[in-house]
């Protein structure tokens, strides 16, 4: 997709901070609503968006305020582009255990890998594993509810 294309572009570098999630995400909807991006659409892509981002400030850059979190989020009239880079080691996300196996359930893992993959179309990682891209396809007629 070309530059020219996208409606609306965030890229940012954010502190390894929880409480600046709530930002990042509100400025994503409200620009998702001006463009009269869907309430599916906008909950599903809030959804993934937000496991992205903490699993990056948690588990990959473990809260530490010196490594900064590389976010960039944009879409066009028609589709949602995600792409969220930590400072940490990584990880190989084809050994998450299920999370909803019976043997798993009760662990604290695997369920954002799990939802991020539930809520977009695609979500795919770098070898290393501390990066992460994300797209969705708009779905609905484009009225927003």
């Avoid at 937000?50 to 473990?62: C, D, S, T």
């Avoid at 979190?69 to 940490?88: M, P, R």
């Avoid at 359930?105 to 992460?132: H, I, Q, W």
Wanted: with cysteine; aromatic share 8%; hydrophobic share 35%.
């Amino acid at each position: 997709m070309n530059a020219k294309d996208w409606k609306w572009t965030f890229d940012r570098q954010i502190a390894s901070n929880p409480d600046i999630c709530p930002e990042v995400i509100g400025q994503l909807l409200e620009a998702l609503e001006r463009f009269e991006w869907s309430s599916d659409d906008r909950f599903s892509i809030r959804m993934a968006v937000e496991e992205a981002l903490m699993n990056a400030i948690k588990h990959g850059n473990e809260s530490d305020p010196e490594k900064p979190v590389h976010v960039i989020l944009q879409f066009s009239e028609t589709h949602f582009y995600g792409k969220i880079t930590d400072q940490g080691i990584g990880f190989d996300p084809d050994c998450v255990d299920d999370p909803t196996a019976d043997e798993n359930v009760g662990k604290p893992c695997g369920r954002g890998v799990m939802l991020m993959k539930n809520f977009v179309d695609t979500v795919s990682y770098n070898a290393a594993g501390n990066e992460v891209e994300m797209t969705k396809q708009r779905t609905s007629d484009g009225q927003a509810s």
